[in-house]
């Protein structure tokens, strides 16, 4: 009896671990790809001979100190152990991040406009970093090759070319069945990566001490002319610092922060160090440490492993580009885009055609135009620094503001936070002119589209405001003068609870008919990843048939109007699908000389607008039963 007893009792635990070392695994596949691959090209480009770091002990240890420190404090102290316990409900990134500020700060209006910008401008950047990532990350894998056969130099673009296209290619196929394998892989490369680590520090174990802070100081001091500049190498060392946040609302907290402990820190400190110690070996070795560190017989299978490797960690930026995008329409700061599902079973796995393509023109040019990831590493420092800086200044309006935490705590551990971060930015704004430019006008251009997009809907309502007809005052107009009704439900989208649609007053007007029973209908996106059922829907009754209803959705949640309606369980109402229409109103606007914004905005927010996805997609609206009717609007 004892036996059988303990075995039951024994299973859920047996269970439970298998779960957390699956939720592990599959946390390494897709949160650690990108900062994994950054020993692929870290201390190539540190000793490139452009930050002039000579390849002795004094040089080699102390960019390994500047590494291994900036490793602990910026990823394990900063974002593993602060930053990932800044959950909205459970999901993370700097969209998610911007809502839990923009909460914190909603008794200060100008600070919660200026979290806003700041959240906005850390996205355009991170869509920057997702141009850059594939790019640097297949460029440097496939350049081992120059190593392993001569002349083979002018095939390197082409073939990374291929690789890269035939990512983007297969992308609207969806990942589920090869996502499988991303966790073993990635758990195999670290492995690796630790392995030839160890095999490089057995040859030079003094290597280890630049375990030590004080190689950090005296680093700075023996390089008085490099100064802060050789951050701007060591940051792509942290590259991928931001994945850990955005991609916890897929693993959760636990299994990421034990990852990262557990394994991915100890292979990268592993490998950097071995790379250290096969340069102090034999300084040509600084050319490629990365493939040098490889027994000659490991060459070609370390190449294939590391294109594999790159290739995982380009796709778990992509697809973090499509989250970032649905959360960013959801939010109402981008466009209603067509979004497709690519697995029944996980509801996160999409896909969205025109971030996708886009985002593969421009991994194309840069590959093109940059030819190599050491003149790639150069625009990629910008976008990590200041998607970090970003995150720092978000993070502390969340800690004092929401949090409430004590500012004796707080504050010097947000100050040693910026401290660092804007050492790292600094180190990096020499670049923008010799590519860093890249990410900051990819920046620039997105949080135009952004903030253009954003303002113009607002404008649009308030001059739909203009002309509306309070709801009341129509409603007694019914009763003095009846209008003929017919049976069924009609449902009109509207983004006022006060006001009588202009689609309802067309229909009026134009069929003479009102139907029997008349919802006027508001979509609500809440700055919370998702919204429980019995939120989900408030109704209110105005007589005369006609009723309020409004539908909650979290930012991380498609609009099913017709699904959430059905839960209603309203005896009132009636929304069978062949006894409910949908009437929507589609605006055509006609940029003005009115005071609302710049002509040029107005004629890009035109244009977006005119090539927006429909209400009748987004919301998923029966094609059969949907009436669209055309409004003007001068903005």
Not at 417 to 442: H, M, S, T, Y
């Amino acid at each position: 009896m004892s036996k059988t007893h303990s075995a039951a009792a024994g299973e859920p635990a047996t269970q439970a671990k298998s779960s957390t070392v699956g939720l592990m695994v599959a946390a390494v596949g897709v949160v650690y790809g990108d900062i994994g691959t950054s020993p692929l090209y870290t201390l190539k480009e540190v000793f490139s001979g452009h930050y002039g770091v000579q390849a002795n002990q004094d040089g080699v240890l102390g960019v390994l100190s500047l590494i291994f420190w900036s490793l602990i404090w910026v990823v394990s102290i900063k974002y593993v152990l602060f930053i990932l316990r800044a959950d909205n409900q459970g999901e993370g990134g700097v969209m998610a991040l911007t809502a839990l500020a923009r909460r914190a700060a909603l008794p200060y209006r100008r600070l919660k406009t200026l979290l806003v910008l700041l959240g906005l401008f850390g996205t355009a950047l991170f869509y920057g970093d997702s141009m850059i990532t594939p790019a640097i990350s297949v460029l440097s894998a496939v350049e081992g090759l120059q190593l392993a056969f001569d002349g083979i130099e002018h095939w390197v673009v082409p073939l990374a070319l291929i690789v890269l296209v035939g990512l983007f290619l297969i992308q609207k196929h969806g990942t589920a069945r090869i996502g499988i394998l991303f966790g073993p892989v990635m758990v195999i490369w670290f492995v690796v990566l630790g392995a030839l680590g160890v095999y490089g520090i057995l040859q030079r174990p003094e290597v280890l001490e630049a375990l030590n802070p004080y190689w950090c100081v005296r680093f700075f001091i023996t390089h008085p002319g490099i100064g802060v500049t050789i951050l701007g190498a060591v940051v792509l060392a942290l590259t991928g610092a931001e994945a850990l946040y955005a991609d916890m609302g897929h693993f959760g907290r636990k299994p990421i922060d034990r990852a990262w402990f557990a394994l991915v820190l100890p292979g990268l400190v592993l490998n950097y160090f071995g790379q250290g110690a096969a340069i102090l070996a034999d300084p040509e070795v600084a050319r490629n440490p990365f493939y040098l560190l490889a027994p000659s017989w490991a060459l070609l299978p370390m190449i294939g492993l590391a294109t594999l490797a790159t290739i995982i960690a380009s796709q778990a930026v992509i697809t973090g580009a499509f989250s970032l995008t649905r959360q960013a329409i959801q939010l109402g700061y981008v466009p209603r885009m067509f979004i497709q599902h690519t697995s029944s079973e996980e509801r996160g796995q999409i896909y969205i055609g025109a971030v996708n393509w886009a985002l593969m023109v421009c991994v194309v040019l840069l590959v093109i135009g940059f030819e190599s990831s050491s003149a790639l590493a150069a625009a990629y420092g910008v976008a990590v620094t200041g998607t970090m800086l970003i995150d720092t200044l978000l993070v502390a309006s969340v800690m004092l503001l929401l949090w409430k935490t004590p500012h004796w705590l707080a504050i010097p551990v947000l100050l040693g936070f910026l401290l660092v971060d804007i050492l790292f930015f600094a180190a990096n704004v020499p670049k923008i002119p010799e590519g860093g430019a890249f990410p900051v006008i990819v920046g620039i251009a997105l949080f135009i589209l952004m903030t253009t997009w954003k303002r113009g809907r607002q404008i649009v309502v308030e001059r739909l405001d203009e002309a509306a007809l309070p709801l009341p005052i129509f409603i007694n107009s019914i009763r003095a003068q009846p209008p003929h009704r017919v049976q069924g439900t009609a449902v009109f989208l509207t983004a006022r609870s006060d006001a009588v649609p202009h689609a309802l007053l067309h229909n009026l007007l134009h069929n003479q008919v009102l139907h029997e029973k008349v919802v006027l209908l508001t979509v609500v996106a809440e700055d919370s990843p998702r919204v429980p059922e019995e939120r989900r829907f408030e109704v209110g009754a105005y007589g005369e048939g006609f009723f309020r209803v409004i539908l909650h959705f979290g930012f991380m949640e498609e609009p099913d109007v017709p699904a959430a309606l059905k839960l209603s369980h309203l005896s009132e109402l009636d929304f069978s699908p062949m006894r409910t229409t949908y009437f929507l109103s589609r605006e055509t606007v006609i940029p003005t000389k009115r005071i609302g914004m710049a002509r040029w905005r107005e004629g890009l927010f035109a244009f977006l607008l005119k090539n927006a996805n429909g209400n009748l997609r987004f919301f998923n609206l029966p094609l059969n039963r949907v009436i669209e009717l055309g409004t003007q609007v001068e903005i």
